[in-house]
């Protein structure tokens, strides 16, 4: 990822310089490989890169030939090639950056633009000619976004990848919508996202077909694996990052076998642990290969003796990834906590115990020189898998809740995810947040997702990849991963983190406090010592009126307020065909 920061018609953007460069500086995290900034007119972009493609050249922000557009992106364009070979006018690109694309994009669709991007971005565009500004989000807020303005300059719009960068000039912050594009000729931010399964009241029929659910989301992985510095993929064990894994696996072994075909057979040079592989959509809409990884990197963390750590072991054995386990203790967790909390931007509960084991992990991916990571995020909000859905009425209301779930992913898990990451200048990129991933399995009718006595949770997506009916397949998962049941990420790591983090709370919050919970909080009041406690670890880094940014998690059909999925009943049923 990168991170950026921009104000838009600043009254003295010169003597203003100073102060945004030191802005930009607080998410340098994001991008610790260059900086940039262009001042036009009263407007001034600012960009902090991590270099994943085009590394060489890419350095932002980027402009067109007589410099009357400047961009800063924070993202991975997928179908940049695409993009590039169908451009109505020629275009002469200055960088191989993937990015680059936006800017003729915009000169032909105008605000147009977004929609014709597949991939994860934030932007900030800036037309010198119009003197207008256009800024806008991926479709589910993959990359984060903030919106600010400041009630002394009323003219100025600002613009960053984190809320860090806007608290001391804008009081007044928003997260920008996903799906969302901003436009300053007309003040209005406006959806540019519709897809065919937005409105949730509209309830699919279409039955499930599984090669068409399989095929989606394989391509989806391929798509993602367009890098030209090393990568790996984050393995809980659980279902979904178990099957990325096995996916992107597959594709390296092939891409390997093709490498090994091209050069007459003989044996490649030896490679490094990690190598180069660029992969992604070519000029033709396939996807191609210009070199292979030769070994994938797989990652898992855990308190010592964790279930993720042992079932992620277990499948990048069967897969052949070169795993790294890494064990924390609960004192690491206990000691991240605050800082998490400074990079996360939250004080919900499930998203902090989930990210701390996240963040020190990618902590430690990055120390290995790895820069880009797969991960599973998004598939239970699709599918309906957390455990709570196994109380919807109705097939109608289970498939609200998922378009709910998968609106509101950019408060909860792709938060988690980006920021984990970026906090240590680690991108994290989800292949089941894919555009047309999801254009299909929103379309799949909610009775094949509902859990059944005989359907586990996510049957259908275990059901495409379970391949134990053909004996010449080559299966994807073992069996009892495949059908492993679903343990929430933060129970994973090992349920001593959870009860730790409670135990904690007690210590720092007093029956009293939770009796006085402070007046600027409003009607946000913490449920829990543990909420009483992240918010006011929240507070000691950002002042009240951030907290209009954090959305805490709300329960549904069931009354308890602990987002933890073992809290309920059914986390211990077992299935008949688990082993
Ligand atoms: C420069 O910016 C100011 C403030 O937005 C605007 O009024 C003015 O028209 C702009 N000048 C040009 C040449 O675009």
Redo the contacts with the bound molecule.
Sequence with gaps: MCGIFAC??HPDVQKFKPTALKLAKQVRHRGPDWSGNIIS???ILCHERLSIVGVESGAQPLTNADESIILAVNGEIYNHRLIRKHLKEPYHFKTASDCEVIIPLYMEHDIDAPNKLDGMFSFVLYD????RTIAARDPIGVTTFYQGWSSKEP?AVYFASELKCLHTVCDKIEAFPPGHVFDSKTGKTTRYFNPSWWEETKIPTAPVDYTKLRESLEKSVRKRLMAEVPYGVLLSGGLDSSLVASIAQRETLRLKKQALEANGGVELPENPDVGEGLVGIDDDNNLSTVTYLPQLNSFSIGLPGSPDNEAALKVAKFLGTKHHVMTFTIEDGLNALSDVIYHLESYDVTTIRASTPMFLLSRKIKAMGIKMVLSGEGSDEILGGYLYFHGAPDAKSFHEETVRRVKNLHLSDCLRANKSTSAWGLEARVPFLDKAFLEYAMNVDPKDKMHTKEHIEKYILRKAFDTSDDPTAEPYLPEEILWRQKEQFSDGVGYGWIDALKDNAELHVTDEMMKNPKPEWGNDIPDTKEAYWYRMLFDEHFPPHCASTVVRWVPKWSAQTDPSGRAMANHNQKYDHVA
Aim: charged share 50%; aromatic share 0%; glycine share 0%.
């Design positions: 838009h018609r007119n009263h407007t010198k000619k119009q003197d003219d």
